[in-house]
């Protein structure tokens, strides 16, 4: 049964320091989704890749967040510096395009989520 | 421009009571809307589409053009449904870029 995986699982850092969050796509999805969640804001987008390009990182603070995917089997997702305001439970989702017609969409499939805080 | 609002933070029901968890959408042209789930200790995950017409866990939903709307309900809760429910919509030529609401957390009580 393939899953998304996200490493870690749980991370608690101090202000300040950098944080790397990693995911393994499902093989064979060619479209990954990075999202934030919280409890004022609920489920928001950071960013999200096609085959390895990036697409949309509008939603993502530029200043102090960056997105890769070195390969097809691993999406990065940074913080540096990391402040307390970037606690949250950060969600990896892989999926696989559709072509933009109705009734293409394909699910996402999300991995476990990693729960970041920063003090 | 596109948005989806979920009125409701929290929805609280008796088990057997009949649930309804409102999402109302912004969209010109025809929108492709979806509820995902999230239950304690797991994924979010897909929980139906309205392309699908389809009932899951006895859950449905109407997609209702003149309200904007796309609300999600079943007539019998149970304790079991007790989870975050997110009503998403697909961004217009984005081929699975989502748009999530807020999200309803549903509580159902014994």
């Known amino acids: 049964d393939a899953r998304v995986t996200q490493t870690p699982r749980d991370k608690v850092t101090e202000m300040g320091q950098e944080v790397t969050m990693r995911c393994q796509p499902i093989l064979g999805h060619n479209t990954v989704f990075w999202y934030r969640q919280t409890m004022m804001q609920g489920l928001e987008l950071l960013a999200y890749f096609r085959n390895r390009a990036p697409l949309d990182d509008s939603g993502m603070p530029k200043d102090r967040f960056s997105a890769e995917m070195p390969d097809a089997t691993l999406a990065t997702l940074k913080i540096q510096p990391s402040e307390p305001r970037d606690s949250a439970v950060y969600f990896c989702a892989s999926g696989s395009a559709g072509t933009g017609g109705i009734g293409s969409y394909n699910e996402q499939f999300f991995g476990p989520g990693t729960r970041l805080t920063v003090l | 421009a596109q948005r989806v609002t979920q009125p409701e933070k929290l929805l609280s029901v008796f088990k057997g009571a009949p649930v309804e968890l409102k999402c109302n959408y912004s969209?010109?042209?025809?929108?492709?809307l979806f509820w995902y789930v999230q239950y304690s200790r797991q994924r979010l995950q897909l929980l139906l589409r309205h392309i699908s017409r389809e009932s899951i866990k006895g859950f449905t939903a109407d997609l209702n053009k003149g309200e904007t709307s796309f609300h999600l309900k079943k007539p019998f809760a149970q304790e079991e449904d007790s989870a975050m429910y997110y009503c998403a919509l697909n961004r217009r030529g984005s081929q699975g870029n989502l748009i999530f609401g807020k999200g309803t957390k549903l509580s159902v009580k014994p």
């Open positions: 969209y010109s042209g025809s929108p492709e």
